[in-house]
């Protein structure tokens, strides 16, 4: 049996860390952190200037984001996470939480968070972990996705 950090520990350590990190290391670095805490896979997606597509960030590329997913806001559940901002996270059903990533009221993305483990504590990393991930990474990050063109 896996034995996982205490939750709120490993977010204020990936909060330190994320203040010495480049933009483009921010989604390997949130996965190492989120694995600390028993979550499963996560990924980060922001909002392109139009807010018409959410990109993933794969820390690769010149915008960051080469090879990522890129999801429709109007037409999946992580646009709807995405629109209702502070309304909260939107869920499959079957355990990947789609959850806003704001810097104050302002809308930037989403975190995918996809559940490993079941059960009460799991349930508690799932509320309080992923909604703080934004307050590690707005400061640093660009409001939005350049559009390829």
Known sequence: MAVYEDPARVL???????????????????????DRAGLGRVGIFLADLQQG??????????DAGHGGEELRIDATLAGRAFQQGMGGA?????????VPVLDGTERLG??????VSTGERAGRRGRIW????????????????????
């Open 90 to 98: 939107v869920s499959d059903g079957r355990g990947r939480h789609w």
């Open 53 to 62: 597509v959410l990109r993933e960030l794969t820390g690769r590329g010149l």
């Open 130 to 149: 992923p909604p703080c991930w934004a307050c590690c990474s707005c400061p640093s990050a660009p409001t939005a996705t350049p559009t390829p063109g």
């Open 110 to 115: 989403v975190l995918r968070v996809d559940a």
């Open 12 to 34: 204020t350590a990936l909060i330190r860390a994320s203040h010495l990190s480049a933009f483009e290391d921010l989604p390997t670095l949130v996965a190492v952190y989120a």
